[in-house]
T-cell receptor
Framework: AQSVTQLGSHVSVSEGALVLLRCNYS??????LFWYVQYPNQGLQLLLK??????LVKGINGFEAEFKKSETSFHLTKPSAHMSDAAEYFCAGGDPGGRLIFGQGTELSVKP | GAGVSQSPSNKVTEKGKDVELRCDPISGHTALYWYRQSLGQGLEFLIY????????KSGLPSDRFSAERTGGSVSTLTIQRTQQEDSAVYLCASTLGGQGASNYGYTFGSGTRLTVV
């Protein structure tokens, strides 16, 4: 079955520290991968999307994700966390029918 | 419009009542999706429209849920005889085509928060 798994429902980092949010996908998911961010009481905003052939994908707000086919992973990183990065982050994969399959989400907290 | 618009933003309804949730997609987007976001369930796919037809309605949880789209634009999600477990945020998204998730990703609206009391 197609699935996307995010490791850790909650991640807490200090301001200025590295952000690492983990995402693994099942090999049956086509390599259409995305990260979305959701701020409180808002919809989902696209952070970045995987482009075939790329290994490192750059997104908005300084985020990037590394695609590792051998590990079926698409982890999201940011070198230095800002307070404004506090939000919920969703990894998603696109199935052949065009639907997005979402991970369970990871809530990122940033401590001063 | 410039973005995906959903209304109402918040809805409180009594158990057993019917509710209608509206989604106005980005102009020109032919594909429209409804998702439900509830605590402990993450984001669940409900239904997908390509134009006015719904090739995939496999995510609708029961026959109390229905949706339609007219003019290839506005969509309405209707929940009949609401139950407390229907309480959730209902998100709508649109994209340029049926393979939108593959090629473009989606643009999401801000959602309708439904509370059934």
């Amino acid at each position: 079955a197609q699935s996307v798994t995010q490791l850790g429902s909650h991640v807490s980092v200090s301001e200025g520290a590295l952000v690492l949010l983990r995402c693994n996908y099942s090999s049956s998911v086509p390599p259409y991968l995305f990260w979305y961010v959701q701020y409180p009481n808002q919809g989902l905003q696209l952070l970045l999307k995987y482009t075939t052939g790329a290994t490192l994908v750059k997104g908005i707000n300084g985020f990037e994700a590394e695609f590792k086919k051998s590990e079926t992973s698409f982890h999201l990183t940011k070198p230095s966390a800002h307070m404004s990065d506090a939000a919920e982050y969703f990894c998603a994969g696109g199935d052949p029918g065009g639907r997005l399959i979402f991970g369970q989400g990871t809530e990122l907290s940033v401590k001063p | 419009g410039a973005g995906v618009s959903q209304s109402p933003s918040n809805k409180v309804t009594e158990k057993g009542k019917d509710v209608e949730l509206r989604c106005d997609p980005i102009s020109g987007h032919t594909a429209l999706y409804w998702y439900r976001q509830s605590l402990g369930q993450g984001l669940e796919f409900l239904i997908y429209f390509q134009g006015n037809s719904a090739p995939d309605k496999s995510g609708l949880p029961s026959d109390r849920f229905s949706a339609e789209r007219t003019g290839g634009s506005v969509s309405t999600l209707t929940i009949q005889r609401t139950q407390q477990e229907d309480s959730a945020v209902y998100l709508c998204a649109s994209t340029l085509g049926g393979q939108g998730a593959s090629n473009y990703g989606y643009t999401f609206g801000s959602g309708t928060r439904l509370t059934v009391v």
